[in-house]
């Protein structure tokens, strides 16, 4: 649910804006990216010239959302209003929040972490929601746009990446519903599902073939780690887990899986999933990073090896600590 308030100085923001800088966050996603390009094709048709912007380069695996060939990386224009998609916190905005004047415009915060800090000078926040996507399509039936097929399929891009194929456990009928308005549209759920889930580079396979040898599992957790060396061997250029977590998690009893992925300098990123009954969002939260209850992440300080064992033992404590409170 959104509030009407919420809803009408949204709008009301946006009537008053003329060129709105919309951005995603940084490493973009189907959903940071379907719900950016959707939401500036609508702006567009009221008139309005947003400028969609992106920290960090498209990734090739996104090449089929309609409209990222026209998302920027560098800002050089005047901008009257921002909107930050996606982002659960500044940070991951990336390096536009240095720009000059950057404070001193509006800020909007579209986003469904149940993590968002609430940064915007309107928050259009809602946990509950499957993708950022839906609550675009809240705020676009609000502004009584018209959904075209190009729209529809932006914003089914986020909808279908975010749930897996409308697979995770936030997904109600209510998603259905709004998922079938994107199809009667025009959007093609099978083209988004080939393009967005059931296609991958070859060199993601080989990495998840390098990792897999490394696999781990102890007590429910199941787990593995990427170091850079073994990425640049295996010709993997991504800097993510390449989905990795999520397919670890599908081990049979399996409640947790994490993946530690050593960047370039040397820092680790470490996403995290966990099967329905435990909330790897507040382990993330307690290294400074955020998510959702079920799928989340952060970074954290290398050597790889001291991460994974100071990671691995506060899991460990965490995991025994809610299946305490659970069987009370
Ligand atoms: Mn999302």
Request: charged fraction near 25%; include cysteine; charge should be negative.
């Amino acid at each position: 649910m959104t509030k009407t308030s919420t809803l009408r100085r949204v709008s009301q923001l946006l009537h008053e804006a003329q060129q709105p800088l919309l951005i995603c966050h940084v490493a973009p996603d189907g959903d940071a990216l379907g719900s950016l390009t959707g939401l500036a094709r609508a702006l567009r048709s009221m008139g309005l010239s947003p400028i969609a912007a992106c920290a960090d380069p498209i990734p090739a695996s996104c090449d089929y959302i309609p409209g990222v060939e026209s998302v920027v990386q560098d800002v050089n224009d005047f901008f009257d209003l921002v909107v930050a998609i996606d982002c659960s916190d500044p940070a991951r905005l990336g390096r536009f929040q240095e720009l000059p004047h950057f404070d001193q415009h509006p800020l909007i915060n579209i986003d469904h972490h149940v993590t968002n800090v609430n940064f915007g000078d309107v928050d259009l926040v809602d946990p509950r929601a499957a993708a950022t996507a839906q609550l675009v399509l809240r705020l676009l039936d609000h502004l009584e746009v018209r959904l075209d097929e190009t729209l529809a399929t932006c914003l089914l891009v986020g909808f279908v990446t975010d749930t897996r194929g409308f697979r995770t456990d936030n997904v109600n009928s209510q998603v259905m519903r709004a998922a079938v308005r994107l199809m009667d549209a025009g959007a093609s759920l099978p083209y988004v599902v080939q393009h967005g889930l059931d296609r991958r580079p070859l060199s993601v396979i080989r990495v998840w073939g390098a990792a897999l040898s490394r696999l781990r599992f102890e007590d429910g957790i199941v787990w593995s780690s990427m170091p850079l060396e073994m990425r640049r061997r295996v010709g993997y250029q991504g800097d993510s887990d390449a989905g990795l977590a999520s397919f670890l998690l599908s081990a049979e009893d399996a409640r947790v899986a994490l993946v530690l992925v050593e960047r370039e300098d040397r820092a680790i990123d470490v996403g995290l999933r966990a099967a329905p009954g435990f909330d790897v969002a507040r382990v993330a939260l307690r290294f400074g990073g955020g998510g959702h209850v079920l799928a989340a992440g952060f970074e954290t300080e290398g050597p790889l090896e001291a991460a994974e064992e100071r990671v691995l033992e506060v899991l460990q404590r965490e995991l025994r600590s809610q299946r305490c409170s659970s069987d009370a």
